[in-house]
């Protein structure tokens, strides 16, 4: 059985999907108005880890993402200038340009990362009319009022909207500001259309006057388009839950009377030397950033699945280093095991080793998407005395779930020079007679020949230091 850490409980709980077999999942994407550093994009990497193991168990999925493109004020909330205008200012392009740069780079950083495209991947912008045709369902069901901003939500109407992030609603009160807005009702009150911007630069007509839909609605509004009115999956990063999230919750109920999504799951943040990863710490490194320092992006991908979503992860370049340095012996398994004879038969205990593998890597899966742990597994499953054939059939069905390339891997027979054939002869002469010293002296030799000798369960084999 599947578990699951549900936000909206607060448990860990078995995993239902609403339709057998099938799992409708929403992720909040990027807003489009600067580079999506690797802080952003470690969350999007354990989204794609999860729809990929969730295939792997045999479900067919549907992935939305949204873009957001319009709506976005720099406060989060109802206060602030909108983000893709103020990216537009920075940079001396049009909204649509900057828009436009931003998700082709988050795009490209997504297809370093391996991490494959959503079945949707939907512009805030395209979807326009939609949220103001679920506005109209939230107003017509009396959870609206209006005020010299535009159009509000009434969080009044809706009895539980403290209980998702357990807000203390008195708390907060006592701290609002309300010279934002002093007709709001409730200070978290918050809007689903804003009208009192005239030089807001992107504007479309609606019910409640020119203007533009509030950040929070464009996520209800494209994820029940696209996964109906209740979906199973919706994920985010903690930094959701207080508002984007709990709004979220409140529209949906505005318009459908019932919670739309049955789990809710967050990712921890990827902190750099403890650190947050932000553009105004100067510390937000990109993906492109780590190919100039000639890093692997799957090692970084490798890295992330070291860690299990929930808890985020301190990235450090040392970290990065030791990750590359396990990504590449990864492959460099992979390519043995590619270079043995096939197995001309298989025994039952070797069956049931086989099978053991895959039972405990799908469970730990299982176990609220444990990646670091069915990571172990690979590790132990490698280091096992089951053939090379059965090693890399198991690996290439676990990295359907990891998404690390590795039946991309190209394998070929390296000739050998006499020379080193010759001291890889001479240096199991001396190991024979157990004189480990000249052994190692030999070996040194070798790999000052630019060829690396390795003693396996398997034998000794030789590999070039240049491939």
Known sequence: MIKFYNTLTKSLQDFKPIKSGEVGIYSCGPTVYWNQHIGHMYAYVQWDTLIRFLKFAGFKTKWVM??????????????????????????????????????????ESLKLLNINQPDVLAKATDHIQDQIELIKKIEKNGFTYKTKTGLVFNTSKFPDYQNFAKLNLDKQKSGARVEVDPEKKN???????????????????????????????????MSTKYLGEKFDIHTG???????HHT???????????????????????????????????????????????????????????TSHYRQGLNFTWEALSSAQV???????????????????????????????????????????LNVSEAIAVVWKMAKSNISPHDKLELIFDFDQVLGLRLAEVKAKLIKIPDKVKKLVEEREGFREQNDWQKADEIRKEIESLDWKIEDTSDGTTVTSLKD
């Open 66 to 107: 949204n873009i957001t493109d319009v709506g976005h004020l720099t406060s989060d909330e109802d206060t602030g200038e909108d983000k893709l205008e103020k990216g537009a200012k920075r940079e001396g392009l049009t909204v649509w340009q900057i828009a436009e740069k931003y998700t082709k780079q988050f795009e």
């Open 187 to 221: 200070p978290w009150d918050f809007l689903l259309w804003v009208t009192n911007q005239p030089q807001h630069i992107m504007q479309w007509d609606s019910p409640w006057g020119k203007g533009f839909p509030g950040w929070h609605i464009e996520c209800t509004a």
């Open 237 to 243: 990063g903690i930094e959701h839950i207080l508002v």
């Open 247 to 305: 709004n979220e919750i409140a529209q949906a109920y505005g318009a459908f009377k019932h919670q739309a999504v049955n789990y809710w799951l967050h990712n921890g943040w990827l902190v750099f030397n403890e650190e947050k990863m932000s553009k105004s710490l100067g510390n937000g490194v990109l993906v492109t950033d780590l190919i100039k320092k000639d890093f692997d992006p799957l090692a970084f991908r490798y890295l992330i699945l």
């Open 326 to 368: 396990a990504y590449k012996k990864l492959i460099n398994l992979v390519k043995e095991w590619k270079l043995k004879k096939p197995r001309e038969n298989i025994n039952q205990i070797d069956l049931q080793k086989i099978d053991g593998f895959k039972f405990e890597f799908q469970q730990k899966l299982a176990d609220d």
